[in-house]
């Protein structure tokens, strides 16, 4: 079935220093691929989007990067800030029109910045 | 993005009783939300899909019986555990899509503990 693997599970980076998340997804129909952000005791916040029409994509610290052929993506943070510890889930959703969007989610990444 | 709140954030529960939670989208028409259920340390997992006016999608494995879902209005679906058990006890999340029918936006979740 649809799968989404996330690696690793546990990053502790240094304060200032750059963190990479990768994701691998299986369905190749898959189109839509946003990252999410969830504190503890909260829901899942979104961070950052990519459709599968772009390969990269910017907002400030944040950026992510697609590969379709390898069905790899990635979350890259730099200048990473205390305030930046939490887990973050990618996803891979297909669909287009009036579809219904299911993601799949990955397993988390928990990031510490570390002061 | 969309504004959801979930509501409660917290219960606790005694084992046999039935507890509902409700997911309210504040700013937009939803005909469709999403309810996941999440573990200690694990991803989120993708319970049912929640139509408007129609009867839930259940995804294999879940109860529907147990797992009774509502959606009554374009801003309201709810979740009711029904004879809850100690193992029901968990983080149970909603999502809507947004305004591209792309994106997803949670409410804030409601951590449930059934004793």
């Known amino acids: 079935g649809e799968n989404v693997e996330q690696h690793p599970s546990t990053l502790s980076v240094q304060e200032g220093d750059s963190a990479v998340i990768k994701c691998t997804y299986s369905d190749s129909a898959s189109n839509y691929f946003p990252w999410y952000k969830q504190e503890l005791g909260k829901g899942p916040q979104l961070i950052i989007d990519i459709r599968s029409n772009v390969g990269e994509k910017k907002d400030q610290r944040i950026a992510v990067t697609l590969n379709k052929t390898a069905k790899h993506f990635s979350l890259h943070i730099t200048e990473t800030q205390p305030e930046d510890s939490a887990v973050y889930f990618c996803?891979?959703?297909?669909?287009?029109?009036?579809?219904?969007?299911?993601?799949?989610f990955g397993t988390g990444t928990r990031l510490k910045v570390l002061a | 993005g969309a504004v959801v709140s979930q509501h409660p954030s917290r219960v606790i529960c005694k084992s046999g009783t039935s507890v509902k939670i409700e997911c309210r989208s504040l700013?937009?028409?939803?005909?469709?939300m999403f309810w996941y259920r999440q573990f200690p340390k694990q991803s989120l997992m993708l319970m049912a899909t929640s139509n408007e006016g129609s009867k839930a999608t259940y995804e294999q494995g879940v109860e529907k019986d147990k797992f009774l879902i509502n959606h009554a209005s374009l801003t309201l679906s709810t979740l009711t555990v029904t004879s809850a058990h100690p193992e029901d006890s968990s983080f149970y999340i909603c999502?809507?899509?947004?305004?591209?029918?792309?994106?997803?936006?949670f409410g804030q979740g409601t951590r449930l503990t059934v004793v």
């Open positions: 999502s809507l899509n947004g305004q591209t029918n792309t994106e997803a936006f």
């Open positions: 700013d937009f028409q939803a005909t469709t």
């Open positions: 996803a891979a959703s297909k669909g287009g029109g009036s579809g219904t969007y299911k993601y799949i």
